[in-house]
């Protein structure tokens, strides 16, 4: 059970030039997010998805892309980047839970991913 | 504007002390307050949780207390060990309104260090 993997891990990338970052769930939830992290600030959320086929803006959507094809795929695209997205990006996951539940509405991350923009 | 403040960038504890972290919020709508702890090079692990209808939850030598009228919470850890040592993330969960998708709102961590 991998949980939440993130590829790649690093990448250097030249002013203009697109990418795409992946990451995989094996916990079979319903829910996925990406985030980005800048040194000194919080993780922002950039665009999440509730299930296969929808995705949705989160606080810092400008610049990027996602796609959700499959339940444990989703895809963050950068089509032409800039050195203001130089970060690193953390995908997330998680089970659709009630207010009522009890459960702790934990999102599960994954390792990250380190974007230079040159 | 941030809606979740953690003012103390750093915090420096001696092993087996306790450790107080504290977080501000300014959005009432919060139904749920998480703990995450990082270590370099890897994602935030979930620590604990809080809802916005209790004021005290625990769990093992971790500790956390909402107080709503202040809307301040803190994290205790009681002892302190050397492999606390982290930046710790404070989030608000904000629910979708007849969804069962919560967003978090995340502050920008407290660097723990914890010495021999």
């Known amino acids: 059970n991998a949980g939440v993997t993130q590829t790649p891990k690093f990448r250097v990338l030249k002013t203009g030039q697109s990418m795409t970052l992946l990451c995989a769930q094996d916990m079979n939830h319903e829910y996925m997010y990406w985030y980005r992290q800048d040194p000194g600030m919080g993780l922002r959320l950039i665009h999440y998805?509730?299930?296969?086929?929808?995705?949705a803006k989160g606080e810092v959507p400008d610049g990027y892309n996602v796609s959700r094809l499959k339940k444990q795929n989703f895809l963050l695209g950068l089509e032409s980047a800039a050195p203001s997205q130089t970060s690193v990006y953390f995908c997330a996951s998680s089970y659709p839970t009630p207010q009522t539940s009890g459960r702790t509405h934990e999102q599960y991350f994954g390792p990250g991913t380190r974007l230079t923009v040159t | 504007d941030q809606q979740v403040k953690q003012n103390s960038p750093s915090l420096s504890v001696q092993e087996g002390r306790i450790s107080i972290l504290n977080c501000d919020y300014t959005n009432s709508m919060f139904d749920y307050f998480l703990w995450y702890k990082k270590y370099p090079a890897e994602g935030p692990t979930f620590l604990i949780s809080?809802?916005?209808?209790?004021d005290k939850n625990e769990d093992g030598r971790f500790t956390v207390f909402l107080n709503k009228s202040a809307k301040h919470l803190s994290l205790h850890i009681v002892p302190s060990q050397p492999g606390d040592s982290a930046v710790y993330f404070c989030?608000?969960?904000?629910?979708?309104?007849?969804?069962?998708?919560?967003?978090?709102?995340f502050g920008r961590g407290t660097q723990l260090t914890v010495w021999p």
């Open positions: 998805s509730v299930g296969e086929g929808t995705t």
């Open positions: 989030a608000g969960r904000l629910a979708d309104r007849g969804s069962t998708l919560g967003r978090l709102y």
């Open positions: 809080i809802s916005s209808i209790k």
